[in-house]
């Protein structure tokens, strides 16, 4: 889809995320919807999201809640391999904001995702990649 479309179903998706009538489940699948558009955008050429498909990024499948740097077989640099931390949302944030800033040494490319909503959309997507 081009840009604009693209910005568009996105505020369509934001106006539907405030409004009182989408509550529970649906307001929910928008937000997965959403989250799988931006991820295809953002992340997907790096990252699969299917674990037969090998990628040159590790497999975010399971991530949150993860801990970093863990995926068997994934040569991580070395600053991901040895970080102490584990993936909750708020890492995942602070990461699709400026991932070299929080993790100097990373060999991931700087994605810089700072809009709140886009990174609340991809959140929702990311919970949804389970083993
Ligand atoms: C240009 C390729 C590329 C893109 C685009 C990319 N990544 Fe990554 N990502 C990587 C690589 C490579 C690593 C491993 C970095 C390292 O070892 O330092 C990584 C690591 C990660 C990790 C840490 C995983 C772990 O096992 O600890 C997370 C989380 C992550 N990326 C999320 C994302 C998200 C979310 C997006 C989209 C918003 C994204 N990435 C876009 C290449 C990419």
Redesign the pocket.
Known sequence: MGRTQFFSSLAFAAGLASSAAFAGAAYENVKVEAGKT??DA??H???ADNSSDPS?????IG?IG??????AD????E???N?PIV?TPAA?RA??ED?QGF?P?????H?G?TDRTVQDF?LSY?ATLKN
């Not at 994934?74 to 640099?77: F, W």
């Open positions: 931006l991820f953002e992340c050429r790096c990252h040159y990024g590790p497999t975010l991530i993860r801990h970093a740097g863990t995926v994934y040569e991580y640099s600053t991901l391999a970080a993936w995942l990461w699709m991932n993790m040494g990373t060999k991931m490319r994605v995702i991809i990311l």
